[in-house]
């Protein structure tokens, strides 16, 4: 499949497979415009072109918050998008903080790809976390959050840095809104 069929697919998939979710910010946004913003990101502000890294970009929460399986992964888009897929997924029968713990642990210890799409998918989530506020979170939980971004991402520098510096200004950005806020 040329390039471009191949990631207009993993859209039309994520797409399906996330139709009815919404992200948790009061803006009520359909969740897969999340994963077209990692893809955005990762194309534009650090300029990666692989294709493997952007199809799973547009796919990185289809295994954590849909029914999608592995298998079906690999099927439609080939090993490499569904190993990426997996790197980057928390294993969610475990409870929240422990997910979280882990991806602070094993940020290190991520391939290039996925320290590169990780990166991209804390930066939008940051920028949602400040722009929409989650339905519920305190100020308090926002900034808690960011804190946790912010560890996470250590583990992720070192492959990109262009990627790595717009998430520091995404990240001193919010802040100093949730300071305000205060």
């Given at each position: 499949?040329?390039?471009?069929a191949?990631?207009?697919a993993?859209l039309d998939?994520?797409a399906h497979?996330h139709?009815g979710?919404r992200r948790?910010g009061?803006?009520?946004?359909?969740?897969?415009?999340h994963?077209?913003?990692?893809?955005h990101?990762l194309a534009t502000?650090?300029?990666?072109?692989?294709m493997?890294?952007l199809v799973?970009?547009?796919?990185?929460?289809?295994l954590?918050d849909?029914?999608t399986?592995a298998?079906?992964?690999?099927?439609?888009?080939g090993?490499?998008?569904?190993h990426?897929?997996?790197?980057v997924?928390?294993d969610k029968?475990l409870p929240?903080q422990?997910?979280?713990r882990?991806?602070v642990?094993h940020?290190p210890h991520?391939?290039d790809?996925?320290k590169c799409?990780?990166?991209?998918?804390?930066?939008c989530?940051?920028?949602d976390v400040?722009?929409?506020?989650?339905?519920?979170w305190s100020?308090?939980?926002?900034?808690?959050?960011?804190?946790?971004?912010e560890?996470?991402?250590?583990?992720?520098?070192g492959?990109?840095?262009?990627l790595?510096e717009?998430?520091?200004?995404?990240?001193?950005r919010?802040?100093?809104?949730?300071?305000?806020?205060?």
């Amino acid at each position: 499949m040329a390039d471009t069929a191949h990631l207009l697919a993993a859209l039309d998939f994520a797409a399906h497979k996330h139709r009815g979710q919404r992200r948790k910010g009061t803006g009520d946004t359909p969740y897969v415009n999340h994963v077209i913003g990692v893809a955005h990101t990762l194309a534009t502000v650090g300029g990666i072109t692989d294709m493997v890294t952007l199809v799973a970009a547009v796919l990185h929460d289809t295994l954590e918050d849909t029914e999608t399986t592995a298998a079906e992964l690999e099927d439609r888009f080939g090993t490499d998008v569904c190993h990426l897929v997996q790197e980057v997924s928390d294993d969610k029968s475990l409870p929240k903080q422990e997910r979280k713990r882990l991806q602070v642990e094993h940020g290190p210890h991520l391939s290039d790809r996925a320290k590169c799409l990780k990166l991209a998918d804390k930066t939008c989530n940051v920028r949602d976390v400040i722009q929409s506020q989650p339905v519920g979170w305190s100020l308090e939980r926002r900034m808690d959050y960011l804190d946790w971004t912010e560890k996470s991402a250590v583990g992720c520098r070192g492959v990109n840095a262009a990627l790595e510096e717009h998430y520091d200004r995404v990240l001193r950005r919010g802040r100093e809104t949730l300071e305000t806020a205060t």
